[in-house]
Every structure is written in C-alpha cells, then in structure tokens.
C-alpha cells in the first residue's frame, strides 16, 4: 500500500493545504477526484481559472524542474505564450533577455519585474566590472512550484508604476501536513557549444589567401601566388616581417576552450508539518562551466519556509532564503583578451607557449599578429563577481471577522556584490601598469511593506464578491565603493594593499522610494460571468514635486457561455470570453538629482560641474494594454485551447532632446513618443491518453504560438533618431535595420556591389553611393514551442522544441572578420573569406581581396542573417522505480534520468554562423556561445 497524489490539471495548480488529495490505492491503481483549478494572480491572490478574466500564463514544477540551467527567466522560452528570451552570452550565470509582449519602452525598462510570494525582488545585473551576470541565478529553481507570468492590465495593474512590461509570479514550495518527506536530487552533465561558430583559418589556409590578396594589390611586384608565398615566408624578403614564425601552427579555439565543460547540480529537500505547523528547507550546490576555460558560476543556497497557525485567526509564514554565488567572466566585444576577438584576430603563427612550456608573451607585450596571448591571459587574469544575497518574507494573516482578513508582510533583502577584476603585470592590458587590480563593492538594502485587507461577502446565493485595499511601500537603498591599483608588488597576494600606485578611488550612494495605494473588486455569478477592476496611485521619488504620483487602473470581464447555452455537454466543458483594458507604469532611470556631479579637484579646491538636466515636466510613461480572448475546454477539460489578441500602446516614452552647445550639455530627457506591441497568441494543452495506472500508456501535448507586430507611433517632430545601423522611424519597428543592401559580387570583375536605392534595382560599387534603407527587426514575428510527454510503465520522455522567425541578427565584427583583405594580413578573420572572386570563381560569395580592402566589409546586409530557427531545447527520458521493486526499503520512488538541453538546432539562414537565439539583442558582438548540455542524474525521494 502506498500513498499517492494525482494532480488533475492542464494548466498551473497551486496546492495548498486542503487542495492537496492523497488517495489510499491498491497496486497498479490510482484513485482520483477532480480538483479545481487555480492560479495565482498577484499579492498573494489565487482565484480559479474559471474566474479568471485576464491574460495568465504558468508553468509548473514540472517543467521547470532539473532543466540545466542556472536561472530560471532562462527556462520561458518556448513554455509561455507571448514571452521571448535570448541569452545575448552563453556566459554561465550571465544574464537573460525577457520581454513580454515585445518591447514596452526604448530607453525604459523593457523587462518584467519579479514577484516570489507575493513580494518584489531584485532582478537583471547588479554588477560593474563583469561583462554579464544575472541575480536570478541565486534562485535555487528546485525550490520552485510555479511561475506565473502576468500580462495585461487586469492581471498587472496591482503593481501599478513598474508593470508596464510585464510581471513573473514564482511560489515556491511549501511544506504539507503529514509525515516528513525527503528528496535527494544529483545530476551531472558536459556542456558543448549549441550551434556552430564560424571556422577560423589554418596556417595553410590564411598563407594561401594572404599570398591571393598580395598578387592581387602588388601584382607588379608580386606577379603570380606563388611569388606572393614566398615574399611572405621567405625570410630573405619576408615582406609582412612575420617570416620567422612560419614554423607555428595554432589553433586557437582549441587553445582557449576546455577539453570537457562539466557541471553538476545537487539538491536537498525536507517537507512536512501537521495542521499546526509546517516547513520545507532545502540546500542546492549548481555548478557550471562554459566551453571556453576562466569562465564558470558556482551557487550555494540554502531556504527555510515555516507556516504556523497560531489560532484559529492567526497564521504566521517565515521564509528565509540565502544564496552565495560566484561568476567568472571573460571579456567581450573588442577587449583583446575576448578568446572569441583571439579567436579570429590572432594569426594562426601566433605562438602560444616557449619550448620548455611557459606562456609565449610576445615582443613588447604583442604577439606578431599585434594582439595579446588570449590563452596566457585566461590563466593570468581574472573578472570575478562574488554575490550573496539574504531574502526573507515574514507575513502575518489575522481573521477580524468571518470573511473579513487583514494581511502584513515585510520583506527585507539585503545583497553584497564583491567584484576584482585582475590584469597580470606580465602581459596584456596590464603590462603597461605592472599589474593593475579594480576592486568594487556594492551594497543593496532593499525592503518591501504590505497592508492587505480582504472582504469577501455574498449578495444573495449566487453573486460573490471580494474586496481588496492594499498599501505597499517599496524601498532600495544602494551604495558603491570602488578602487584600482596598479604596480602589483607580490603578484601572489591580489588585494588593493598589495598595490603601490593608487589609480582612483571612488563611490556613490542610491536610494528611491515608493508608496501606493490601491483598491480592487472581484465580481462573479455563479463562476459564469467575472467582473474585476482596479485603481492604484504611485508615488515615486525619481520625479519632482507635483510629478511624483502616478494613477493607474484596469477592468477586466469575461463570461462563460457554455455554462449558459451549452450546461452538460459532453464536447464543450468551457467556451469563455474574456476582456481587459487598464493604464499601468513603466519603469524610468531619469533622476532629479543627478544635475551636478561633485567631488571635482579645481586646484586642490571642491568643485562641480553640471552633469545634466532635469526636466521638471518628466512624466511616468505609460501603458496602455487592451486585450481579448476565449479560452475553450473541450471533453472535461482534457483539451484546453486559448486563442487572445492583444494591443499594447506605450505613451510618452521618454527620448533624449539635443540641446544647443550654449548649454553646455548635449541633451535633456523629454517625454515625446509613442509606441505599440500588437499580436496574437495561440495555445493549446491536451491529455490524448490519461494513464488510468501506472502501467498504462499517458500522452499529453502542448503547443503554443504568438505573433508579434511592433511600432513607433509618434517621435518628436516626426524626426528620425539613427544610432549606427539602428533606426527609429514612424510608422517603423523599434530599432530597425538601417544600411545599404548588399547586391552580390560582380561576376565580370570581383567588385562588390550595393543597391543604389537600398531596395532593388541599379547597383554600384561604390559604397558611399548606395543609399540607406530599413532591412528588416531585431524581434521576431512568429515564436513559440511545442512539448510533448510520453509516460508507460515508470517511463517517462519529455520533449520541448523552441522556435522564432522573422528576426534579423547583425554580425557587428564582419567589419574586421570578413574583411576582404582590409585586415586580413593581421586579423586573419573567418575561415568562409576563402570562397573570395577569381577569374575561375566568377560566383564567389566574397569579392576580389585586396590589401587596404575595397569598402566591400563597410556596413551592409552582406552582414545582416535571418535568425529564423527551430531548436530542441529539452529532452529528458527517466524511468522511476515503484511498488515491488523497492518494497521493504525506506523509500517512495526512485527515478532516473538522462537529459539533453538545446541538443539540436536548425538555422534557417544558411549563412549564419552565430546561434539564432542571440537575436533578441540584434547584434552577435562575438559573446561566448549559448551553450547545450547532456545530464545524467538521479532522484531519491523517502
């Protein structure tokens, strides 16, 4: 005999309590009864799915759980409708790209805030020297029952000022009355890179087109390739003066990546309680490493969660989580010791190491190619972040009266983020400094304060209403210290006392506040037809007097018309209508305070200078989401399909106004534009076959797909604002493309070509003759996923395939990588330049490479990729031994598994040589790679 508890749902149940069934069942059966359905909804509210009228989205444990990953906001993808991520860095720990119904704001905030239990927490990179990191990876996923994402006006607008791009709910898991239960969960795992990289050239292979590019500019000199060869490797002409390495043959990829990238989670869990008191704890160590070595994130947490009914009207929750977490980044972009820069700019004669083994450091700090030791540097050097976060959430629920509950939380938390960016004195960037260490600190004490009081009551049977006021106070309160040394003088003791010149020394302290106020009504007949509306006002302290408040509100209906015309039928279990239309917040950076900067040495006298300007009429920019949608049950709920469209509008989006040179200052924030996010959203989630035991075959599959259509409605004096190849237009998507089209190469000569007027038509080769045109949007138009689950005999296989089209990535390093012998001789580049024009390759996808370059690698859509793909994002197969197999041992299941995480992808653009999912920040800017892994573990539960 065994106890066992089957949860009956399509969606996300949250179980509490008495929601929880266990159910005494003989072998190879399972005793069931429907449970009803809820949802959490913001402040702590659950409310049943019939009731919903909003725009909600969950995941469940389920789907969250042991997915490879070191944060959670990494999991969505693919899982909710109407959610994009993309991790711009395959960084471990680094940070992730969110957006919620596409981009709410263009220099607002863009990503949603994070709520868990009820309260906000900090999100996004709280760093200053790393290149990425992400606080969210603190969060122990294990810990996680749900993740609910908020995404219109009714479900949002409670948290009024902030929820303008969206709002993620996670619960966590609490303890159940009843014995105690313990899990124990390991599981290992080799990471690779998920999608290939462009290959770099061999020695052979950039002497040969080396020696092209040289006959090719310096034909008189240098008649034939075979001439050219030997100019170069000759030591007797040696005409690039690099003949004396000719014997090295590097391969850089090889040097700088790990022969075997591991990493390894292991989880604690101890549950139980009585009707009195009850607990969960858990204890988590997760570590990963990327492909590329010095780069890793190791995590330790630890989370206590106590419920204790004091009385019959008194209930007292605790809930105290520490998190220890240690990130090691790598440089990016165009710093030298980036491995990727080292990857494609360093000559593959390039030495790495002496004869007897020591690193190779060049002449002078340079290696021939010019650049540093990339390999050397990842030993010498190091960017590490050291977070530790404490979190606790401490409420108390008081019952006054029967139906009438009051509700105080204080959320404190506190988080130390110790960053040390090291340079060796050695080589590299800090060879001209003998030595250089940055040291930053920074310090964050946040709290959040919550007064909920809730009446629910009846008017007559069947009308239910429930009020809600709520008063909130959120507080953050920072500070920063940072220093940089140089002239190390003991290279083995790295603290800032350990270095003799002192370089700088600097801080600032930050503090904003909060408060508001807000009121709502829950309406319902019956669970047919929901009313609910809600009104808040914000104060904030980024605005000045008479700005400061902001009001905000929603209403949200919905009906359900097969109870009305269709009670009792066999097809439809629900065919609900619903609607939602509110005002809500965007987040700003803009402040007040930050006019004048202070602390300026105007001979050895205090000084200021005036560092910006404050507009007093700034106001909040705002949001503005519609939105419909049906949601249809069919055969008891066994199929769920939602179908909603929405518009977003955002109004007075703040934009930076240029100011005459008399101010002294370049520009002021302004509110002047508009923009909206429209789209539809399609899910589906069905049970094909309902396992009736354990032997039985179970098959369940979901899908969904959104679709997204965004523009800037108004700019100030209809102007448009170019940033590099980005453009903001009216009647455009936000931060389209804008260059020149390229138009091929020209068969009869080798020349690049670029269409005149940047569509079609008459070309030239003269770059500067080619006129610019929009090409295409950094977000995709079409994205979504599918998952499918197989369960048969203790078996269970899991399968989740992601995807998104209509999205362009821009190679922003082609300029120096795919330069057609513009840099070619000293930063050899991509391996595909070898496909370049010659009288006997008169369809080559590059042009004739000369020496100096023929403008051909200058900005262009040669260098813009469609970023359409399909990934397999999660397979798992476990097996989960029960029953007789392990009777008489302490134990309640043994499981399993083996699993692959972004195993497969398919890019549709065939030319693209970075991963797709970096699209959603528009640019590759050669970050290391978006990483797949392959895990083997085990769980133990008793």
């Known amino acids: 005999m065994k106890n066992c508890l089957k949860f009956l749902s399509a969606g996300v149940v949250f179980f509490i309590g008495q929601d929880l069934l266990f159910a005494q069942q003989k072998k190879d059966t399972v005793k069931t009864r429907e449970i009803e359905e809820v949802v959490m909804v913001g402040f702590g509210q659950k409310k049943s799915v019939k009731e919903v009228t909003g725009s909600v989205s969950t995941m469940k444990a389920d789907k969250i759980d042991k997915v490879p990953v070191a944060s959670v906001d990494k999991m969505m993808m693919g899982r909710v409708s109407g959610v994009q991520t993309g991790s711009a860095s395959g960084q471990p720990g680094g940070a992730t790209n969110v957006r919620v119904r596409g981009i709410t704001s263009v220099n607002g905030g863009v990503s949603p805030i994070y709520i868990v239990d009820g309260v906000r927490i900090s999100s996004g990179d709280l760093t200053a020297l790393n290149t990425t990191a992400n606080i969210l990876a603190n969060l122990n996923s294990d810990d996680i029952e749900s993740l609910t994402v908020l995404k219109d006006a009714v479900s949002t607008s409670l948290y009024g000022a902030d929820s303008g791009a969206g709002v993620i709910l996670i619960t966590t898991k609490s303890g159940k009355s009843g014995k105690p239960r313990f899990s124990f969960h390991k599981n290992f795992g080799i990471n690779k890179i998920a999608y290939k990289l462009p290959a770099s050239l061999t020695r052979e292979q950039w002497l ?203 959320a404190p938390e506190y988080i130390v983020v110790e960053e040390d960016q090291y340079w060796s004195p050695l080589h590299g960037d800090g060879y001209s400094y003998k030595g250089q260490l940055s040291s930053n600190t920074r310090r964050f004490f946040n709290f959040n304060i919550q007064n909920i009081l809730e009446y629910s009551f009846k008017a007559g049977a069947d009308h239910n209403f429930v009020v809600r006021l709520i008063q909130e106070a959120y507080k953050t309160n920072g500070r920063n210290l940072n220093a940089v040394g140089s002239v190390v003088a003991l290279q083995r003791f790295q603290t800032l006392d350990n270095f003799i010149k002192p370089n700088s020394v600097g801080g600032n302290k930050a503090v904003t506040s909060r408060a508001g106020y807000a009121a709502q009504i829950n309406y319902n007949y019956k669970q047919i037809f929901n009313l609910d509306a809600s009104y808040r006002r914000d104060a904030l302290s980024n605005f000045m007097p008479g700005k400061k408040a902001g009001n905000f509100y929603s209403v949200g209906a919905s009906v359900d018309v097969a109870e009305i015309f269709l009670k009792g039928s066999e097809t439809f279990s629900a065919i609900k209508f619903r609607s939602s239309y509110g005002k809500l917040g965007n987040t700003i950076t803009s402040s007040p305070y930050a006019t004048y900067s202070f602390g300026i040495n105007y001979n050895d006298n205090a000084g200021a200078v005036y560092a910006g300007v404050y507009n007093p009429d700034l106001r909040w920019e705002t949001v503005k989401p519609f939105n419909v949608g049906v949601d249809v049950g069919l055969l008891s709920d066994r199929i769920k399909v939602t179908a909603e469209y929405f518009n977003k509008k955002t109004e007075d989006l703040i934009f930076s106004v240029p100011l005459s040179n008399s101010h002294g200052l ?181 042009p004739k490479p000369y020496d100096g370059g023929v403008n051909a690698n200058q900005a262009s859509t040669r260098f813009l990729y469609k970023a359409d793909y399909l990934r397999l994002s999660n397979v798992k197969l476990g097996y989960t031994f029960r029953g007789d197999f392990i009777k008489g041992a302490p134990i309640n299941s043994f499981t399993v598994y083996v699993m692959g995480n972004n195993i497969w992808t398919k890019a549709f653009d065939k030319n693209l040589a970075f991963d797709p999912e970096s699209s959603i920040s528009a640019f590759t800017n050669l970050n290391l790679p978006v990483l797949k892994s392959y895990v083997i573990g085990f769980t133990l539960d008793f």
């Not at 009914?309 to 977490?325: P, Q």
């Not at 440089?331 to 004869?355: E, K, M, T």
């Not at 020149?740 to 007027?757: E, F």
């Open 208 to 410: 040969d087109l080396a020696s092209q590019i040289v006959t090719n500019t310096y034909n008189d000199a240098f008649p034939t390739k075979e001439d050219a060869y030997r100019g170069i490797t000759d030591p007797s002409i040696d005409i690039l003066g690099k003949a004396a390495y000719m014997g090295y043959n590097t391969d850089w990829n090889k040097e700088l990546s790990r022969n075997s990238a591991v990493q390894e989670d292991l989880n604690f869990s101890a549950s139980g309680g009585t009707d009195k008191f009850k607990y969960y704890s858990s204890f988590n160590y997760f570590t990963q490493e990327s492909v590329y070595k010095a780069s890793d994130f190791k995590r330790l947490t630890a989370s206590t969660k106590l419920e204790y009914k004091a009385t019959d009207r008194l209930n007292i929750t605790t809930d105290v989580n520490f998190s220890n977490g240690v990130i090691n980044t790598l440089a990016n972009g165009g710093a030298f010791s980036n491995p990727l820069i080292a990857q494609y700019f360093n000559l593959p004669i390039d030495p790495v190491r002496n004869p007897d083994g020591s690193w190779y450091l060049g002449v002078d700090n340079q290696l021939p190619s010019g650049n540093f030791n990339a390999a050397a540097l990842q030993d010498m050097n190091y960017n590490r972040a050291n977070t530790t976060r404490v979190f606790a959430n401490v409420g108390v629920n008081y019952k006054i009266i029967p139906n009438l509950n009051y509700r105080f939380v204080f």
């Open 666 to 846: 370049g520009s002021y924030d302004r509110n002047i534009g508009n923009l909206v996010n429209k789209g539809m959203e399609f899910s589906i989630d069905a049970t094909i076959l309902r396992a009736k035991s354990n032997d039985d075959l179970g098959i369940s599959f979901d899908a969904n797909l959104s679709t997204l259509d965004n523009k800037i409605t108004t700019l100030y004096g209809g102007k448009d604002i170019i940033n590099g190849q980005s453009i903001m237009r009216e009647g455009e998507i936000v931060g389209s493309f804008f260059m020149r089209k390229w138009a091929g190469v020209d068969p009869s000569n080798g020349d690049p070509l670029w269409y005149i007027n940047g569509v079609d038509g008459a070309t030239t080769n003269d770059w500067n003759k080619a006129q610019r045109a929009i090409q295409g949007s950094p977000y995709a138009k079409i994205f979504g996923g599918a998952g499918l689950n197989l369960s048969y005999k203790g078996f269970n296989l899991n399968a989740r395939l992601t995807y998104s089209f209509g999205a362009k990535v821009f190679d922003n390093w082609a300029f120096y990588t795919l330069s057609d012998g513009a840099y070619t001789l000293y930063y050899p580049g991509y391996a595909s330049q070898l496909d370049y024009w010659t009288p006997q390759n008169t369809h080559a996808a590059n």
